[in-house]
C-alpha cells in the first residue's frame, strides 16, 4: 500500500534534507572556522553589492598590526588597525573614511562611534564612549571590533561646512555614510573572524546623538542597542535657533564678556543651588531654577545683578541689552510655519546655571569656546581667531556655515541677514534640509521587534543641544510608543551641571555600556545608575534620575555621595 502523497513528498523532502545536511555543515565550518590575517586583509576589497546605499564599493588602505597596551583598568590586547575608504558614485564627491580596529582576541560584538559637530575627522576608535568611565576597560579593551568614519568629508578648518556644496556629501553627513561604514565594517568583520557579530552597538554625542538615533530609525534591524548622549537630532531646527540666538547676540551693546558670564554663573548659584537641598555648587532641580530665576531681579553678593539704570557700568553686572540677549537664548523659536520635517520650532536652553564661559584655562576653555566664547557675532563671522580661545560663539559659528554652504550656497552671503524665524525665499531650501537633517521619527517598533534597547542622556548645563529639546523628543516617544512600551526599550537621564561633552561643573562619566549590555544581553533592566565627577569634585557621585525626575538631597549624609540622594519628580517647575 502506497503512502500518500503528501507523506511521499515529506519523505522525499527529509532525504534531499539529510544528503544536503553534510554539505551545509561543511559549508558552515567553513565560514566560521576561516579568519583573514591582518597583513591579508591589507589589499582587501569590499564590493559595492554588499553595502545597502549606493557606493563604488571600499577598499583597505592600510592594515597594521598593533601590540596590545594601555594602563589599567583601560588596557587592550594586540589588533589589527584598518583604515579603510568607501568610493563614492559622484567622482567628484569625497570618499567616506573609515577606520577599524579588530582585536585579537574579539568577544564577538561590534561597536560604531558616532562623530561630532559638521564631522570631517575619524572618531577615536579605540577610545571610550561618550561620557564613559575611566575605571572600566574601552569597547575595544573589552574585547569589541570599533569603527567609525569622517561621515563623508574630511574637515575644512577654515570652512568646515563647506562639503554641503556637494549632494552625495551632504547625503553623506546627513547619515547615508552611518549606513555605508556600518556595512563596510561588517563585510570585513567577518572577513577578519569568519562570522557576523552576535551583537551590535552604536554610541555618540551631540552630531553622534543624533546618528544614534538616525540608525535605530532608518536601519532598525543593524544595532541591538544604542548609547544616545545630548543628541542634536533635530538639526535642522536647532540650526534656526542657533540663527535667532546669533542674531541677538549681535546686536549692539548685547554680547556679555566672560567676565560677565560668570557673575551671572554665580548669581544663578546664588539663586538656585540650593533648591535640591544641598549647597553643592550643582543646580539639580534645573526646572524650577529656570522658573524662578530672573536676571533682571536677580542678586549678586546680595547687590541687583543688573547694572544700575540698565546701562553697562562693568563686569560685575548686566546690562538690559545683554540681559534681552540672554533671554532669548532661554526662550523657544517658533516657526511661521512648520518645516517639511515636522518640526515646529526648538526649545530655550537652560541659560540660568549653565556655564556659558568665564576667565580659566585648561578645560574651561574647551567650555569657553562650546558657549559663547569671546567674540561678538558679526560679518564676516569672527570664528577663527589667533586662539583655541577667539572666536565667536560656537552657535554662531555653525549657523553661519549652515546657511552660507547649507541653504544659500553663497560663501560671502551675510547669515545675520536672514530671519531664521520666517525664510522668505529660502524656505523651500530648509525645508529639504530639514527633511534629510531632522531625525525625529518616533515610531521605533521595528527596533523593539528587533530587541533593541536605547540609554539616553543630556547634561542640564549643555549650551549647545537644549535638553528641554531631548525630553520632548522622548515624551513624543512616549506618546507615540505608549508609556510602558517605551519604558520596556529606552530610559532617558537628565545629569545636573553637565554641559556639552566637558564641564567644569559637573563633569560626567557613567557606565552606560556595560547597562546597556546587561539590558540587551542578560535582561536586566537598569537600576539605580550612577554618575562620577571627574573635574570639578574628582570622584563625587550623584544618581542617575530618570525624566523627569532630579536628584534631591535626603538632609543628611556626605552630599559627594549618591546614597545621600533620592530621586523625585516634584517642584517640576516650567521645563
Not at 511521499?8 to 544536503?20: E, N, V
Not at 594586540?78 to 559622484?90: F, G, S, T
Not at 553637565?498 to 560626567?508: D, I, K, L, Q, R
Request: charge should be positive; glycine fraction near 10%; include cysteine.
Amino acid at each position: 500500500m502506497k503512502a500518500p502523497r503528501a507523506t511521499r513528498a515529506r519523505r522525499a523532502g527529509s532525504s534531499r534534507l539529510l544528503l544536503a545536511i553534510p554539505a551545509l555543515l561543511a559549508l558552515a565550518i567553513a565560514k566560521s572556522t576561516f579568519a583573514a590575517g591582518c597583513s591579508e586583509l591589507s589589499a582587501a576589497r569590499v564590493p559595492a553589492a554588499v553595502i545597502a546605499l549606493p557606493t563604488s564599493g571600499a577598499r583597505v588602505i592600510s592594515a597594521t598590526s598593533v601590540p596590545g597596551g594601555g594602563t589599567a583598568p583601560q588596557t587592550f590586547g594586540p589588533y589589527c588597525d584598518l583604515n579603510v575608504e568607501i568610493a563614492p558614485v559622484d567622482p567628484s564627491a569625497p570618499t567616506i573614511k573609515m577606520r577599524i580596529a579588530l582585536p585579537e582576541q574579539w568577544n564577538s560584538k561590534a561597536m560604531m562611534y558616532g562623530g561630532g559637530g559638521y564631522n570631517g575627522t575619524v572618531p577615536n576608535v579605540v577610545g571610550n564612549v561618550p561620557a564613559g568611565p575611566a575605571n572600566q576597560p574601552t569597547p575595544l579593551g573589552r574585547g569589541y571590533a570599533v569603527f567609525g568614519s569622517d561621515s563623508g568629508h574630511v574637515a575644512n578648518p577654515i570652512s568646515p561646512g563647506d562639503f554641503a556644496w556637494n549632494e552625495e556629501a551632504l547625503a553623506n553627513y546627513a547619515h547615508d555614510a552611518l549606513k555605508k561604514t556600518r556595512d563596510t565594517a561588517i563585510y570585513l568583520i567577518e572577513q577578519r573572524y569568519g562570522q557576523h557579530p552576535v551583537r551590535s552597538y552604536f554610541a555618540g554625542g551631540s552630531t553622534g546623538g543624533r546618528e544614534a538615533l538616525a540608525v535605530v530609525q532608518q536601519w532598525p534591524k543593524d544595532f541591538n542597542g544604542a548609547i544616545v548622549l545630548y543628541p542634536a537630532y533635530n538639526a535642522a531646527a536647532l540650526d534656526l535657533q542657533f540663527g535667532r540666538v546669533t542674531r541677538a547676540l549681535a546686536a549692539p551693546g548685547a554680547f556679555p564678556s566672560l567676565a560677565k558670564r560668570s557673575a551671572l554663573l554665580e548669581s544663578a548659584m546664588q539663586a538656585c543651588d540650593k533648591l535640591d537641598g544641598a549647597l553643592d555648587r550643582v543646580i539639580s532641580n534645573q526646572a524650577a531654577c529656570n522658573a524662578r530665576f530672573d536676571p533682571a531681579k536677580a542678586k549678586l553678593n546680595g547687590r541687583p545683578l543688573r547694572c544700575p539704570a540698565g546701562v553697562d557700568t562693568g563686569d560685575s553686572c548686566l546690562s538690559d541689552a545683554q540681559i534681552n540677549a540672554l533671554k532669548v537664548f532661554d526662550t523657544p523659536i517658533r516657526f511661521s510655519q512648520p518645516l517639511a520635517s515636522g518640526e515646529r520650532g526648538y526649545p530655550g536652553f537652560n541659560t540660568w546655571g549653565t556655564d556659558l564661559g568665564r576667565p580659566g584655562e585648561g578645560l574651561q576653555l574647551v567650555v569657553n569656546r562650546l558657549g559663547l566664547n569671546t567674540l561678538q557675532p558679526d560679518y564676516p563671522m569672527p570664528v577663527h581667531g589667533t586662539g583655541f580661545a577667539e572666536g565667536a560663539p560656537y552657535h554662531s559659528g555653525f549657523w553661519d556655515e549652515w546657511v552660507r554652504y547649507f541653504v544659500t550656497r553663497n560663501p560671502a552671503f551675510n547669515s545675520l541677514t536672514l530671519d531664521p524665524a520666517n525664510l522668505g525665499p529660502w524656505r523651500a531650501r530648509v525645508d529639504a534640509l530639514s527633511l534629510r537633517q531632522d531625525v525625529n521619527q518616533t515610531d521605533l517598533s521595528d527596533f523593539v521587534a528587533h530587541g533593541g534597547k536605547i540609554l539616553m542622556a543630556h547634561g542640564t548645563s549643555d549650551q549647545l543641544v537644549s535638553t528641554r529639546a531631548t525630553a520632548e523628543y522622548y515624551r513624543r516617544v512616549q506618546r507615540d510608543m505608549g508609556v510602558g512600551q517605551t519604558r520596556r526599550f529606552m530610559r532617558y537621564y537628565e545629569i545636573p551641571g553637565y554641559a556639552h561633552a566637558a564641564s567644569t561643573v559637573f563633569n560626567a562619566a557613567w557606565d552606560s555600556l556595560t547597562a546597556l549590555e546587561n539590558w540587551v544581553e542578560r535582561g536586566i533592566a537598569p537600576k539605580r545608575q550612577i554618575v562620577t565627577d571627574t573635574v570639578a569634585v574628582p570622584g563625587r557621585t550623584r544618581p542617575l534620575c530618570e525624566y523627569p525626575a532630579w536628584p534631591k538631597y535626603k538632609s543628611r549624609g556626605d552630599v559627594n555621595d549618591a546614597s545621600s540622594f533620592v530621586c523625585v519628580k516634584s517642584q517640576k517647575g516650567r521645563h
